[in-house]
């Protein structure tokens, strides 16, 4: 069964390092989302993805992150400068044509010390 | 603008018994309703979901919801608890005019006991 995947599972960083998340949607996929979940928290969207470019973003998505998909497989959340408070399970999904449905990898964890 | 509120953040029921995790949603566009599941250190599973056409969704492993708009509510109910069900629950929105992004609510978690 097709599925998303996501690299690291685990990443542990100095505060102000740059990080990038990586994600494998589904291959057909059209739509590309990220989301957070900080320990103890909702899940939290970030930005969706379409067409290449960005369809909607959140106020949590500032300057700070930036969204990618260099190579037409993998599509990658960067957060140049980390801070403490980046520290959350990062989720990735993905969404075939008008189908409303995401299908989610097993997130990568993000730990800023 | 599209949010959910899920009514209690814990629920506990027997072995057996009656789930029912509440789940209320406000949208200004017809709304298309999810409930994923999140076992430990894992994913999210969709469990259901409402897009358009009948209102009361089947899921996996014996989940069913019921899109009410009268009440703007998308309770999750199973009629009988495993032990296996224990897992964190999310109510999520969505619509076709916001690129599906959905909006989830906080989670109730869900407590199973012999």
């Known amino acids: 069964e097709p599925e998303v995947t996501q690299t690291p599972s685990h990443q542990v960083t100095q505060m102000g390092q740059e990080v990038i998340l990586r994600c494998v949607p589904i291959?057909?996929?059209?739509?590309f989302y990220w989301y957070r979940q900080i320990l103890g928290q909702k899940v939290e969207f970030l930005v969706s993805f379409y067409n290449n470019e960005i369809s909607e973003k959140s106020e949590i998505f500032d300057d700070q992150f930036s969204v990618e998909r260099p190579d037409g497989s993998n599509f990658t959340l960067k957060i140049r400068s980390t801070k403490l408070e980046d520290s959350a399970m990062y989720f990735c999904?993905?969404?075939?044509?008008?189908?409303?449905?995401?299908?989610f990898g097993e997130g990568s964890r993000l730990t800023v010390l | 603008a599209q949010s959910v509120t899920q009514l209690g953040s814990h629920v506990s029921v027997s072995e057996g018994a009656l789930v029912l995790l509440r789940c209320n949603y406000s949208s200004s566009v017809p709304p298309y309703l999810f409930w994923y599941v999140q076992y430990p250190n894992q994913g999210l599973q969709l469990l259901l979901k409402y897009t358009t056409g009948a209102t009361l969704v089947k899921g996996i492993n014996g989940f069913e919801a019921e899109f009410k708009k009268s009440e703007t509510s998308f309770h999750l109910t199973k009629p009988s608890a495993h032990m296996s069900d224990a897992a964190e629950y999310f109510c999520?929105?969505?619509?076709?005019?916001?690129?599906?992004?959905?909006?989830f609510g906080k989670g109730t978690s869900l407590l199973v006991t012999p």
């Open positions: 999904a993905s969404s075939g044509q008008g189908t409303g449905e995401l299908f």
């Open positions: 999520a929105v969505g619509n076709s005019n916001s690129g599906y992004a959905l909006n």
């Open positions: 291959s057909n996929h059209l739509y």
